[in-house]
């Protein structure tokens, strides 16, 4: 398992250059807040913001994992008994993916002696310090920045030990203990590790639906409905050819207002065969109770 840095602007492109080097995933870390950290937030959660955040998002969206260490909002954070938890959550939740085999690159830049007291402790590596704080979030938290320090160390030592090392320590003086050995034991099919088990950023369009919309055939009338009408249809063609040989051959006024009658009904009952022998449209072709299908889903 490596613990992997990573400088200069972060995409998700530089990320997979670096990351394709192992056959492991890699596990993006970066600065983020409490949102980050909402129950049910999972390695594949998509995380988004800004600055290094907006870089999480990209790669959290194309299907790889991200962990955020949060700093935006966490000012209160040497007396606000809820953020250090928060805090000291995440930082077991980076300990629960090294013991499920994943590596971790950390974002840095060198060390400028302003957010930081101190330096990162890299063997054979010139000083850097991590890409917190400075971009969006100024506001110094001279505190939580040595407290990452101290345990972004412990996590580089730890991560250099082979397993039977990595217990002995846990078992003197580190304090994630259990996060460590709770992502030993989890499966790939774990909630926490799985993929598609988020649905954070997970566009309407791509939800499924829950219910299909049912839609009726094109409807008939019944056949022998068809056979009358379309006798009616043939009889009404009849009566109107048969008046009008009628009213050639005769010019009593008498003659022509009967054939002028009959010839009105043989419309009528022509026009009658017509219609019912057609195909009849569905009236609808879903209900609101058979489908929840709305406008823009």
Avoid: C
């Avoid at 995380?47 to 962990?67: D, S």
């Avoid at 950023?201 to 009338?221: F, I, N, T, W, Y």
Wanted: hydrophobic share 40%; charged share 15%.
């Amino acid at each position: 398992m490596a613990f992997i840095y990573i400088q200069g602007r972060v995409t998700l492109e530089s990320y997979k250059r670096i990351a394709s080097a192992y056959e492991e995933p890699t596990v993006f870390i970066f600065p983020g807040n409490a949102s980050h950290h909402k129950p049910g937030t999972t390695l594949y959660s998509v995380k988004t913001g800004g600055g290094l955040a907006a870089a999480a998002g990209q790669i959290g969206t194309a299907g790889y994992p991200v962990l955020s260490l949060p700093t935006t909002g966490m000012e209160s954070w040497s007396t606000n008994p809820l953020i250090k938890q928060t805090v000291s959550n995440a930082i077991a939740d980076v300990y629960r993916a090294i013991g499920a085999g994943y590596h971790i690159m950390l974002p840095v830049r060198t060390f400028e002696n302003n957010f930081f007291a101190s330096a990162l402790e890299i063997p054979d590596s010139p000083p850097l310090e991590p890409s917190f704080w400075g971009l969006f979030n100024t506001t110094k938290n001279p505190g939580l920045a040595q407290y990452y320090i101290d345990e972004l160390n412990e996590l580089i030592k730890f991560a250099a030990l082979d397993h039977e090392a990595r217990l002995t320590k846990l078992q003197q003086d580190n304090p994630f203990h259990q996060a460590y050995l709770a992502g030993k034991a989890m499966q790939k099919t774990d909630p926490w590790l799985a993929h598609g088990h988020s649905t954070l950023g997970r566009s309407d369009a791509e939800k499924p639906l829950s219910k299909q919309a049912h839609v009726p055939p094109e409807s008939k009338r019944p056949l022998s409905a068809s056979i009358i009408f379309g006798f009616f249809t043939t009889l009404g063609a009849g009566a109107l050819v048969t008046v009008i040989v009628l009213a050639a051959l005769s010019m009593n006024p008498l003659i022509l207002g009967v054939v002028a009658g009959l010839g009105a009904v043989a419309l009528l009952v022509g026009g009658l065969g017509l219609f019912f022998t057609r195909p009849q449209p569905a009236s609808r072709l879903a209900s609101d109770k058979d489908s929840n299908l709305k406008p823009g889903t």
